[in-house]
């Protein structure tokens, strides 16, 4: 079953990307978007999450407004947590809303991008993100 819940919700994030703009097809290209059930332990400590707080994406890398022309850095990375949006389209009868789970998974990815152009958490919550 886990199995099957995986490819349903990757065949979610397909349909997603293929309806977002050319312009973020070009970015994916370079900052690629990972799926994982949940945030690890590590990432939950270092999130300083408490044990009720889900967590629906994460950029790692550095922003472009924080880089510098001679300095290295890791690869940008989006990594989209499943568990997590799944949950967030259920109702309160545990029945999936695969509009709102598109819609969640869109608003994730474009939320995690924004943060690879130097948007804070804080701005992104004044654009409704």
Do not use: C
């Not at 994916?28 to 690890?40: A, K, Q």
């Not at 290295?72 to 709102?100: C, F, K, N, Q, W």
């Not at 939320?111 to 804070?120: K, P, Q, V």
């Amino acid at each position: 079953m886990k199995k099957s819940l995986r490819k349903f919700f990757d065949d979610h994030v397909e349909a997603v990307l293929e309806e977002l703009p050319r312009a973020i097809h070009i970015l994916l290209e370079t900052v690629p978007i990972h799926v994982e059930d949940r945030p690890s332990r590590e990432t939950r400590r270092q999130m300083e999450l408490h044990a009720n707080e889900d967590l629906y994406g994460l950029y790692t890398g550095v922003p472009l407004t924080e880089r510098h022309v001679d300095a290295s850095h890791l690869p940008d990375v989006v990594t989209i947590y499943r568990e997590s949006l799944m949950e967030d389209a259920m109702d309160e009868d545990g029945v999936l809303d695969e509009d709102e789970l598109r819609e969640q998974i869109r608003i994730t990815i474009l939320h995690e991008l924004a943060h690879h152009h130097g948007f804070s958490e804080e701005e992104l919550e004044e654009l409704g993100y």
